[in-house]
């Protein structure tokens, strides 16, 4: 029963799934949406005898260059409220233009209930040509299933040319790279951060092919080059697993390796300039010195919170003889030239 109750909520909280709700969530909300009518709250104490102006502003279709009015007279007789018959007429489906429903009463008072067939930001003002009791009632989004998919196939195109754009740098930016680890700057860098390693790591033992990879993975890191860190990430997970006693329990070196990748230090953050350069920022690289400084704290952060947490009696693992020597019988048959 355990093993059906996990498998459900790994499959649950899996992104695929995640993703799939929000969207099936979106399009069910939105179509309620659609035909659910609009309703405004009419303040007793802003509504005056006789005539009242109620005005609808919207911008028609989220378009701020379209903004449009519509004015309607409502009539309140000694708190009954009462709709012009002109005014609950429904226009037909191709105009933007709002309409009256009704008027119904509520225990928080008269609720003003309307359609339109548009969708954009919208605001209700009551009594706009009398300043003394000029209002705005009501505020909000019309949301219709024709928005979630204009909105969609809007940013669809949007994600496109950014992702060209995002080409052309990284062709650039990671060409760059290339000339520096060709010209050796890439294995200075790797001999320079060797101490690093060790201090960090300090479980693995040295010649072991881990070292090799996490060096590789944390110099790739610090030139910004992301894509190509990610396989070498993986190598180096994949051999402290090797080193791992209890397979199914994340080592102090796993969990250093996740929170200093997670924090994401580098010397060119080559990703964000290129988004910025995509996007048409003027000045891309500005963003070099204070990514420098944010991913130092970010990294001196989970440096701490790994050790202090490993430190913790809840958080420490006692292996057995059993499982430290199916370790070093593993492990004996490495080399030592990495």
């Known amino acids: 029963m355990g093993a059906k109750i996990g498998a459900a909520l790994k ?32 303040p007793a104490a802003k509504l005056v005898q006789g005539d009242n102006h109620v005005t609808i502003a919207y911008n028609a279709k989220n378009n701020a260059d379209n903004h449009q009015r519509k ?38 008072g008269d609720v003003l209930r309307w359609r339109t067939y548009t969708y954009g930001k919208y605001t209700v003002e009551l009594n706009s040509p009398d300043e003394a009791n000029k209002a705005i009632i009501a505020k909000g989004s019309l949301v219709t299933v024709e928005r979630m998919t204009d909105v969609m196939f ?16 990284f062709v650039f930016l990671l060409g760059l790279m290339k000339v520096g680890e060709d010209a050796g700057i890439v294995d200075i860098v790797a001999r320079a951060v ?22 590789m993975s944390v110099t790739t890191g610090i030139f910004g080059l992301g894509n190509a860190s990610t396989p070498i990430g993986l190598k180096a997970i994949s051999e402290l697993q090797r080193l791992n006693p209890r ?3 994340a080592t102090d070196a796993m ?9 994401g230090f580098s010397l060119i953050p080559t990703s964000i300039i290129a988004t910025m350069k995509s996007a048409g920022t003027i000045s891309p690289l500005a963003i070099i010195g204070p990514s420098i400084i944010a991913g130092l704290a970010s990294t001196i952060a989970a440096i701490i919170a790994v050790r202090v947490l490993g430190a913790l009696p809840m958080f420490k693992v006692k292996y057995t ?11 004996s048959g490495l080399g030592s030239n990495t």
């Open 11 to 42: 499959y649950l909280f899996n992104i695929n799934t995640i993703w799939a709700l929000m969207i099936l969530v979106s399009f069910l909300v939105a179509t309620v949406r659609q035909y659910t009518p609009e309703s405004t709250l009419l």
């Open 71 to 108: 004015d309607f007279i409502i009539r309140n007789d000694n708190g009954t409220i009462t709709l012009p018959p002109e005014t609950t007429k429904a226009p037909d489906n191709d105009s933007q233009l709002p309409w009256l429903l009704d008027v119904r009463k509520t225990e928080k």
């Open 154 to 169: 809007d940013y669809s195109k949007k994600a496109f040319d950014l992702g060209i754009g995002l080409v052309a740098a």
């Open 194 to 215: 060797g101490p690093i390693i060790r201090f960090l790591f300090p479980g693995i033992p040295a010649g072991h092919p881990a070292n090799g990879a996490i060096v």
């Open 247 to 249: 397979k199914d329990t």
């Open 255 to 263: 969990c250093m390796f996740v929170g200093y990748n997670t924090a």
């Open 321 to 331: 003889q059993e499982e430290l020597a199916a370790v070093a019988a593993e492990n």
